[in-house]
């Protein structure tokens, strides 16, 4: 069917069921195929899903999506990215559910615009930045950091004395997503903490290669703790 034939609500659910699909890679490829300016004002509804899966992959289909309108046209990118940015913003007025993860997805998947947005994510851990103080949000800034961290660590490195003391937090995931992040960029004064980690036995979740597992503290501590004295000696 011609997209562009479609009402929005229809388009709208049109997308929904490709999100849902049990051939989600397929369905991406679909998704990209769409005028990225008609799919991303679905696409940001469905941040808010109370549909985990639905959200997401959503945040995937947004990285991808807005990495290939990069290609095209950098600036209709970089309005996507403030769009982002507005949502985390006090005067937005909202909270921003999803943001986060999706600037990180984004800039996993696009090296210009991750060269010139990463020093905008690490600020939304930073007291004196742009601090969420929402735990949820936090997560979520954490994972976006981690995300990042997998493909382009050289930009996250100056994330590191802000992601340090979420190694010791109250919160099991925020420990697991700090641990997961740091894992990446192997920082030699994140070796302690790391070597606390090793003896926690809480579980927390977390979405990795397009799917939610769960993971004990403990496990991820000793694989960064690994992948930390792999950069040492490659050192």
């Known amino acids: 069917m011609n997209t562009q034939s ?4 229809e388009f709208k ?3 929904c069921v490709l999100l849902k699909s049990a051939d989600f890679d397929r369905s991406l490829e679909e998704i990209l195929q769409f005028p990225a300016r008609r799919v991303i004002n679905p696409l940001f509804s469905f941040l808010y899903n109370s549909d985990e899966q639905i959200r997401w992959r ?10 290939k309108l990069a290609d095209e046209d950098m600036e209709s990118a970089r309005v996507i990215m403030r769009r982002l940015m507005w949502n985390l913003n006090d005067e937005s007025g909202g909270i921003g559910w999803g ?10 998947c696009n090296e210009t615009l991750a060269k010139e947005y990463a020093h905008i994510l690490i600020s939304y851990i930073r007291e004196e930045g742009n601090f969420q103080g929402h735990k949820l949000m936090q997560r979520s800034v954490l994972w976006g950091i981690g995300r990042l961290s997998q493909v382009r660590p050289e930009l996250v490195k100056g994330s590191v ?7 010791k937090s109250r919160d099991d995931s925020a ?7 740091m894992g990446y960029l192997g920082p030699e004064e994140a070796g302690e903490g790391f070597e606390f980690l090793t003896k926690d036995d809480a579980d927390f979740q977390i979405y990795i290669d397009r799917r939610s ?3 004990k503290e ?6 960064s703790l690994e992948k930390l004295h792999l950069s040492f000696n490659d050192g």
């Open 6 to 9: 479609q009402s929005g609500r």
């Open 175 to 181: 420990r697991g997503l700090a641990a997961w992040a």
């Open 213 to 215: 597992v769960k993971h």
């Open 218 to 223: 403990k496990a991820l501590a000793k694989e």
């Open 13 to 15: 659910r049109r997308v």
């Open 99 to 108: 943001s986060p993860e999706a600037m990180g997805e984004i800039l996993a």
């Open 58 to 67: 959503t945040i995937t289909a947004m990285g991808a999506v807005v990495a």
């Open 161 to 167: 004395p802000y992601l340090l003391p979420y190694l």
